[in-house]
């Protein structure tokens, strides 16, 4: 498990959090748990109770009228009470101030996002601020977000595959649609999940905390790994912080390298390392945060997956002028 952060723990509980609306849903997922707890122990000991009370034994008889006991009565009332108090005084605030209240046009960062098997096609109106047209006439393979390269405003807009890019403490607004079967866009670590429909344009809103940036994140989430205990399957996602040497002065593995991309490799490049005499490595994830698709959408649904990066604001405007300026139809279309 992986050391805490001020977000929380991977394994424990929830995943970090790093949506400003999240503690709400926290705060009504961990109130809900503790209700079904309360619930599960005293019926847990009455069907115990009842197991040994009841059981078959010589000389009695099944009884086949049905008991009234005011106990169990008083019990359904409480439990229908506390539904009722969890329903309005929890899930409908919480519900209300996410959801019902999107961001102004003014402030916020849209994004449009097309669901495809098995990929995410992600369109970025570049820095103009002004998406291109797009139109169904106009998707093809190569073409996901039917966007229409004849328009002079759709000459810099940006478009990734699988590869979200946002800014920290910026409200983000992402039109979702489909161009084949219903899908998920859901993002645990930020506490939004919404189905995404084919036809429709469904929107979803929310809010990174400023300082959670993927910077930072991966340094939280650094750890030290005692080089007997490293594995390549629980690692071959994480990256080296420094360089780690042989006796030599060789680089066996080089600060943001990995332990390989097979496991054959990974356990040659782990028998190198303790041979060196290396005795931990400090490993962070690559990519802390991920968009995946939560909706069975088909045989390859697992693999639907899109690595989420988040940037200060001016790290974001950056980027977008960057991958602007590569944008080029004949490349891309």
Not at 41 to 53: E, G, M, S
Not at 285 to 298: M, T
Request: hydrophobic share 40%; glycine share 6%.
């Amino acid at each position: 498990m992986l050391a805490a952060t001020q977000y929380g723990n991977y394994g424990l509980w929830s995943p970090p959090m790093v949506s400003v609306h999240g503690d709400g849903v926290d705060s009504l997922i961990t109130t809900l748990h503790w209700f079904m707890f309360l619930l599960f122990v005293p019926w847990a000991i009455f069907f115990v109770y009842c197991l040994v009370r009841f059981r078959r034994r010589a000389g009695h008889t099944a009884s086949y009228t049905l008991p009234k006991a005011k106990i169990s009565k008083y019990g359904e009332i409480a439990v229908v009470i506390f539904e009722v108090i969890l329903l309005v005084g929890f899930s409908v605030p919480v519900w209300a101030e996410y959801r019902t209240r999107p961001p102004v046009r003014e402030d916020r960062l849209e994004i449009r996002m097309v669901a495809q098997q098995f990929q995410w096609n992600i369109h970025y109106a570049g820095p103009d601020g002004r998406f291109g047209r797009t139109s169904a006439e106009f998707i093809s393979d190569v073409n996901a977000i039917g966007l229409d390269e004849s328009d002079p405003a759709a000459a810099d807009d940006v478009q990734t595959i699988n590869d979200f890019h946002l800014p920290v403490g910026k409200d983000i607004y992402v039109r979702l649609t489909s161009m084949d079967v219903v899908h998920s866009f859901s993002i645990p670590t930020m506490r939004v999940k919404q189905d995404v429909i084919p036809g429709m344009e469904i929107p979803v809103w929310f809010k990174i905390k400023e300082d959670a940036t993927s910077e930072n994140l991966r340094a939280e989430m650094t750890r030290a790994y005692p080089i007997g205990r490293v594995r390549w399957d629980r690692l071959r996602h994480h990256i080296a912080t420094e360089d780690y040497k042989d006796r030599t002065g060789q680089v066996l593995l080089a600060k943001g390298g990995s332990l390989g991309g097979t496991f054959k490799a990974g356990a040659e490049l782990i028998d190198k390392l303790r041979q060196a005499g290396v005795a931990e490595i400090s490993m962070q994830p690559r990519h802390p945060l991920e968009l995946v698709c939560a909706q069975l959408c088909g045989n390859s649904h697992f693999t639907m997956k899109a690595q989420l990066v988040t940037h200060t604001p001016e790290g974001f405007d950056e980027w977008i002028a960057e991958q602007s300026k590569e944008v080029t139809f004949d490349e891309d279309f």
